[in-house]
């Protein structure tokens, strides 16, 4: 019986066609999507934090009214992420409770610390400019709505990579102080950016059933050497350089070779080990106690307009 | 302390003023105010729409997927319902 309806199910995926709320779907499929969707969701709401960092410092009015937009974007691709998760069958009190348990993970880049004005460049341009790779990608992920928030986040969020990039071109073209803290940021994030598309294909653990359910479209790997070739253009184009010796060319493959990458470093912060790993959840489960009275007010608002 | 989830509703927004209202995704909100400007600030900070619905998500009714086959079944054969299906000389304009 069950045999069937996965006839049935992997043919629909071959053919193209979404896969909606109620529609069956083995149990795995539901899983991976649960995992990946609130990961990517969690991340969302957790990268508010680095970035959020800087808003009372931003050099400018025109710089801090930007990012505040900025900010509040991904509060919003949180909110569409978690909407689309929650179709799955999962409360938002699972998914909130599983990121503050350490259950859920979030992505391992907001682990790094955000320590002078051009690292908002910095993640604008090269975190924003790798999650966007990604995202174009699961634009044709197979689940209809997770489908459908990627649309809506890809079209929003290339104006938070242009808004890194002209942080980024600003102080690599301003005085010698501010190029260092440019090139500086680069090279503490350079390394992370590459990581963030997971690990090479050979040692990555839910690839296989991912691609075949069409949850993923493009392979780790696939998708880094895509921001790799974009990015090493746009870094020269400003003058900042990027701090990997390996880094070349390749007539052969028309791709730029690249160094190794330290997964040792990666999984270290995973485990838990990052600068910011407590700080970032310390601060959710924080603000989660200190707004609880909002929605205990807004109940206690609404059960008295009722009577 | 309670973790009191509030109500899902969801989200239609009429892109600009005579086209349809196209749902865009859901919220959670404890009453009719709240999530009409839930949805404003999250599904239109750039102008996306000219009005805006929200509705609880038990109120709505869908058709089940897996039963889409007999459910649509009477409108598969009448395909007199074309135009394609009534054969017009080609001379004829404007019909």
């Given at each position: 019986?069950?045999?069937n309806y996965?006839k049935n199910f992997?043919k629909k995926?071959?053919s193209?066609k979404k896969?909606e709320?109620k529609d069956w779907?083995?149990?795995?499929?539901?899983?991976?999507?649960?995992?990946?969707?609130?990961?990517?969701?969690?991340?969302?709401?957790?990268?508010?934090?680095?970035?959020?960092?800087?808003?009372?410092?931003?050099?400018?009015?025109?710089?801090?009214?930007?990012?505040?937009?900025?900010?509040?974007?991904?509060?919003?691709?949180?909110?569409?992420?978690?909407?689309?998760?929650?179709?799955?069958?999962?409360?938002?009190?699972?998914?909130?409770?599983?990121?503050?348990?350490?259950?859920?993970?979030?992505?391992?880049?907001?682990?790094?610390?955000?320590?002078?004005?051009?690292?908002?460049?910095?993640?604008?341009?090269?975190?924003?400019?790798?999650?966007?790779?990604?995202?174009?990608?699961?634009?044709?992920?197979?689940?209809?709505?997770?489908?459908?928030?990627?649309?809506?986040?890809?079209?929003?969020?290339?104006?938070?990579?242009?808004?890194?990039?002209?942080?980024?071109?600003?102080?690599?073209?301003?005085?010698?102080?501010?190029?260092?803290?440019?090139?500086?940021?680069?090279?503490?994030?350079?390394?992370?950016?590459?990581?963030?598309?997971?690990?090479?294909?050979?040692?990555?653990?839910?690839?296989?059933?991912?691609?075949?359910?069409?949850?993923?479209?493009?392979?780790?790997?696939?998708?880094?050497?895509?921001?790799?070739?974009?990015?090493?253009?746009?870094?020269?184009?400003?003058?900042?350089?990027?701090?990997?010796?390996?880094?070349?060319?390749?007539?052969?493959?028309?791709?730029?070779?690249?160094?190794?990458?330290?997964?040792?470093?990666?999984?270290?912060?995973?485990?838990?080990?990052?600068?910011?790993?407590?700080?970032?959840?310390?601060?959710?489960?924080?603000?989660?106690?200190?707004?609880?009275?909002?929605?205990?007010?807004?109940?206690?608002?609404?059960?008295?307009?009722?009577? | 302390?309670?973790?009191?989830?509030?109500?899902?509703?969801?989200?239609?927004?009429?892109?600009?003023?005579?086209?349809?209202?196209?749902?865009?995704?859901?919220?959670?909100?404890?009453?009719?105010?709240?999530?009409?400007?839930?949805?404003?600030?999250?599904?239109?900070?750039?102008?996306?729409?000219?009005?805006?619905?929200?509705?609880?998500?038990?109120?709505?009714i869908s058709s089940k997927p897996d039963d889409q086959k007999s459910f649509f079944d009477p409108s598969d054969d009448k395909i007199y319902r074309y135009p394609s299906y009534?054969?017009?000389?080609?001379?004829?304009?404007?019909?």
């Amino acid at each position: 019986m069950t045999d069937n309806y996965e006839k049935n199910f992997q043919k629909k995926i071959d053919s193209g066609k979404k896969i909606e709320p109620k529609d069956w779907m083995p149990d795995k499929y539901r899983l991976h999507l649960i995992r990946q969707i609130s990961q990517h969701a969690h991340s969302e709401i957790i990268g508010m934090q680095p970035e959020g960092n800087w808003i009372t410092r931003a050099p400018s009015l025109r710089a801090k009214m930007v990012l505040i937009a900025k900010v509040q974007d991904e509060a919003g691709h949180g909110l569409y992420l978690y909407s689309a998760c929650e179709s799955l069958g999962i409360t938002r009190d699972e998914l909130i409770d599983q990121l503050q348990t350490g259950k859920a993970k979030y992505s391992n880049i907001f682990n790094y610390p955000t320590l002078s004005w051009a690292d908002i460049g910095v993640i604008g341009w090269l975190v924003d400019g790798a999650a966007i790779v990604n995202q174009q990608s699961l634009r044709g992920t197979s689940y209809g709505p997770y489908a459908r928030a990627m649309v809506r986040i890809c079209r929003e969020e290339s104006f938070h990579q242009r808004q890194g990039y002209e942080i980024m071109s600003k102080m690599s073209n301003g005085t010698k102080e501010q190029q260092q803290m440019a090139q500086d940021a680069l090279n503490r994030w350079w390394w992370p950016s590459l990581m963030m598309f997971g690990p090479h294909d050979a040692d990555s653990a839910h690839s296989s059933n991912a691609m075949k359910w069409k949850i993923k479209r493009e392979t780790n790997d696939a998708l880094r050497q895509i921001f790799l070739d974009r990015t090493v253009k746009q870094a020269d184009l400003i003058g900042l350089t990027i701090p990997d010796p390996d880094l070349k060319w390749n007539e052969k493959t028309k791709h730029y070779d690249f160094g190794k990458i330290d997964w040792d470093e990666f999984w270290q912060v995973v485990e838990g080990n990052g600068f910011c790993n407590k700080e970032r959840i310390a601060n959710h489960i924080k603000a989660h106690k200190e707004g609880i009275w909002v929605k205990q007010a807004a109940l206690a608002y609404a059960k008295k307009m009722e009577n | 302390m309670s973790k009191s989830q509030l109500p899902v509703w969801e989200v239609f927004v009429q892109p600009k003023s005579g086209a349809s209202f196209q749902h865009v995704g859901s919220l959670h909100a404890i009453d009719k105010e709240m999530a009409l400007q839930n949805a404003r600030d999250l599904y239109t900070r750039r102008l996306e729409g000219s009005c805006i619905w929200v509705v609880k998500s038990d109120h709505i009714i869908s058709s089940k997927p897996d039963d889409q086959k007999s459910f649509f079944d009477p409108s598969d054969d009448k395909i007199y319902r074309y135009p394609s299906y009534f054969k017009v000389s080609k001379k004829v304009k404007d019909l």
